[in-house]
């Protein structure tokens, strides 16, 4: 019953700006990474960035500097802000948290449905 939804993401021109937000909910005992991934049609997925619990990131090398990810560890939610966007960032990008559902469970990773960026002009 965990669940993770994606939102934020949407059509941008070359250069602008989006910030993708993701809430987990439902059955949340402990979230350790959270991360965004993306995929482009025809193309396998890739790690975009990834953040520990303890805020610690790292990201995909042709997004840093653009990108930077973060959370609220509150609200069970990560952020990605994205700048200066290049068309060769179009994807659907999908959040993903390592968790525990319960304290009895192995850290498992759980996605999002997805949400589309797209960066054309």
């Known amino acids: 019953q965990v669940q993770l939804v994606e939102s934020g993401g949407g059509l941008v021109q070359p250069g602008g700006s989006l910030r993708l937000s993701c809430a987990a909910s439902?059955?949340?005992?402990?979230?350790?990474?959270m991360g965004w991934y993306r995929q482009a049609p025809g193309k396998q997925r890739e790690l975009v960035a990834a953040?520990?619990?303890?805020?610690?990131?790292k990201y995909e090398y042709s997004v840093k500097g653009r990108f930077t990810i973060s959370r609220d560890n509150a609200k069970n939610t990560v952020y990605l802000q994205m700048t200066s966007l290049k068309p060769e960032d179009t994807a659907v990008y999908y959040c993903?948290?390592?968790?525990?559902?319960?304290?009895?469970?192995?850290?498992?990773?759980?996605w999002g449905q997805g949400t589309q960026v797209t960066v054309s002009s």
């Open positions: 993903n948290a390592d968790l525990k559902a319960t304290k009895w469970e192995f850290v498992t990773r759980y």
């Open positions: 439902g059955s949340i005992f402990s979230i350790d990474a």
């Open positions: 953040i520990t619990s303890d805020g610690s990131t």
